[in-house]
Structure formats: C-alpha cells, structure tokens
C-alpha cells in the first residue's frame, strides 16, 4: 500500500479499487450538513467528478442540502467500500459550481432525468407519487418537441477538502488512518491518527 500524500491521486487509486468489488453505485457517498441551529443533515448523493478542486455532485439547489449548504458553506462527505474495509472522509468548504458547468452536466443526462429535475421540488412535501407523476407528464408535455433546459433551481455543488482521511481496517482494531491536511505551501501532509 503506497500512502500518497496526494489525496486526488490517492482518492483515485483507492475509487478504482472500490468500484472493482461495489458492483451497484460505488460512486455513492454520504454527504453531511449542518443547519444554522446546529443540527447535523446527512443523505446520500452520487459523485460525478473529482479533480484536483474538489468532488462534485448535483441537486436541487431548493433543497434542505442545499439550504445547508449555502447556510454553513461547509460539508462532508464519506465512501464506505466495505469489500476493502475502507473508509474514505473528505471535508471542508462548499461552492456551487460554474452555471456552464451544471448546463453541460444537465445537457448530458437522460430526458427522463431532466424531467424529473423540473418536477420535483426536492425537500418540500407532496400529495405523494401520483402527483410527482402528474407533474412529470405536464412537465413533459410542457417540452413536447425541444430540448428540456436546466432548471434555474437546480445545479452542481463543489465540496473543496482541506481535510481528507483515509482509512484502511485490519484485524484487532489495529486499523490505520491516514489523514491529509494542506501544508500551507499549495500542497499536502500527511499524518497517521490512532485507530
Ligand atoms: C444511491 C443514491 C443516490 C442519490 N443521489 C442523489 C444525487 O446525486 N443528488 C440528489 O440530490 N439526491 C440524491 N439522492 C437522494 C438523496 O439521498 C436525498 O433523498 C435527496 O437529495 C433529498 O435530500 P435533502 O432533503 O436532505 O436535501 C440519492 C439517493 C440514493 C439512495
């Protein structure tokens, strides 16, 4: 095991392990919010890109996530790969993305998703799945015939850590921790915690 002090490319060493044993949405992370009361919010949301800014992923920009995090501007998110015993936490600041960007994700997803995107207004309540399906069909006859654009309320959002930990399980609870923090100098450091 070679401990990068890199945690794009060691991020990326350790997601293609995991995707090769998580056969169903190993891209799947859970992503932790904070109200202004304090409370802690958590769902799972897919990663759709890493690069060396930060993770990003899409949502409805009306949603409590949403409202979390434009309140706080922070987040954390976590992959569990547990075929690996591995944990994966990445935290720090968050930003919506560039509005180019979202566009170019959106124009890329199936119609039924954009739909879907149009139709529900995530977070708020609802008479329940007949409605959200009544809504789809008056949304998908309101773009009869033309591409479905993105909807103004939903987009990206770009977790950018400045604290990454790694962790790798082994027998006795003797597991290790590998946690990366910025060194001030535009790159990394790295520190092992006890287990
Ligand atoms: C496997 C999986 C993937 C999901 N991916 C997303 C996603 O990428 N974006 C999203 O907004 N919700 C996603 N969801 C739904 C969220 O978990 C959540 O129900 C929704 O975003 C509303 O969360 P909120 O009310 O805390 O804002 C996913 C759920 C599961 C189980």
Do not use: C
Request: charged share 25%.
């Amino acid at each position: 095991m070679s401990w990068s002090t890199d945690p794009t490319q060691l991020f990326q060493t350790w997601f293609a392990e995991g995707v090769a044993t998580e056969p169903r949405v190993p891209e799947a992370m859970q992503l932790a919010t904070v109200s202004t009361d304090g409370r802690p919010g958590l769902r799972t949301v897919l990663l759709k890109e890493l690069d060396a800014q930060g993770l990003v992923f899409y949502t409805n920009y009306g949603s409590r996530k949403a409202r979390e995090l434009d309140g706080s501007g922070y987040a954390t998110a976590l992959f569990h790969f547990k075929g690996l015993e591995r944990q994966i936490i990445a935290e720090g600041r968050v930003e919506r993305v560039p509005e180019a960007m979202s566009d170019a994700y959106h124009a890329s997803r199936p119609r039924g998703s954009q739909i879907g995107a149009w139709a529900s207004s995530q977070s708020a309540p609802t008479a329940g799945r007949d409605a959200l399906l009544a809504e789809v069909e008056r949304q998908t006859e309101r773009f009869e015939g033309r591409d479905v654009p993105r909807p103004p309320h939903w987009g990206g959002y770009r977790l950018v850590p400045d604290r990454w930990e790694f962790w790798q399980g082994h027998p006795d609870r003797l597991h290790e921790r590998w946690e990366l923090t910025p060194d001030g100098e535009g790159g990394w450091t790295g520190r092992w915690l006890q287990p």
